[in-house]
């Protein structure tokens, strides 16, 4: 699993690569925690192209990540979303919840 952080005004990115399982959501949780901590951080923004696994533990870390973010007032929206994570995400109903866009740069303009 890779994290890659990037900042963009009150927005953060983060680029998932690899697996998003029981053993790799810790190294996203304590990552993003990290920088949602910040002041400047309001909005989130998960780029899934390149995640090519995802399971309960990566829907619990997400959904930690959202409520962490909603609780500051700010937003979430997910991107790059492929057929095996959108299943997952759809099984444990955060499509429900937070916004789908088709790319970073899609979602960083619905942000403002």
Known sequence: MQVQLIRRKKNL????????????SIIF???????????IIQNLILNMENLTFMDSSGLGAILGRYKQVKAKGGKVIICGLGRHSKKILEMG?????IPVSSDENKALESLG
């Open 29 to 39: 949780r304590r990552a993003v925690e990290k920088e949602l901590e910040k002041e």
């Open 13 to 24: 990115i983060v680029r998932l690569k690899g697996e998003l399982d029981h053993h790799t």
């Open 93 to 97: 109903g955060l499509l429900k919840i």
